[in-house]
């Protein structure tokens, strides 16, 4: 069975200062968007205190990474998410190895790092007490999407759990 579409998202968050002035990081970058939830979101309790600043990475000189097109958000308690997407269509084998090349991909990290430590160091006047060493996360996303999915995906992970020992921080369908 074939995946008609489908996307690789690989995130990397990282706490890159004690705070930072979203306000003056826009003025900085001339770009951005404030995040908004979901429309359907599932309450109207959630939502976000301070909204993030979404950008894109073209809008501050970020091309693509390894094939995947980058989109950061500023957290104004220091944190900076960059998102990496890839679309996907093929079989459930290629698939699972297009992730495998993502998960744990220290060539990617460092690319990712490098390209999040250049747009702070061109915003830093709009940060407070910026980190020389960054705490981070990263986490794979896959979002596979046929007329199927759910059990496809079910048995891709399970075939997974039975054929590698390839480590990795959270999978998601």
Request: proline fraction near 4%; glycine fraction near 6%.
């Amino acid at each position: 069975m074939e995946i008609e579409a489908g996307t690789l998202t690989a995130f990397y968050l990282y706490d890159v200062a004690d705070q930072i002035d979203l306000v003056r990081l826009r003025a900085t970058t001339g770009a951005g968007a404030e995040a908004r939830l979901a429309a359907r979101a599932p309450s109207s309790y959630l939502q976000y205190q301070t909204p993030p600043l979404v950008i894109e990475g073209d809008q501050v000189g970020m091309g693509a990474i390894d094939g995947f097109r980058p989109r950061l958000k500023f957290f104004d308690y220091g944190v900076v998410s960059l998102s990496l997407h890839r679309p996907f269509c093929g079989s459930w084998a290629d698939l699972i190895a297009a992730s495998q090349t993502s998960i744990e991909n220290e060539a990617l990290e460092a690319k990712a790092e490098a390209e999040v430590r250049r747009v702070v160091a061109r915003c830093a006047a709009a940060m407070t007490r910026v980190r020389e060493r960054y705490l981070s996360e990263d986490y794979l996303v896959i979002l596979p999407r046929s007329s199927r999915t759910r059990d496809c995906a079910i048995r891709v992970f399970r075939w997974h759990e039975t054929h590698t020992t390839q480590p990795h921080h959270s999978v998601t369908v």
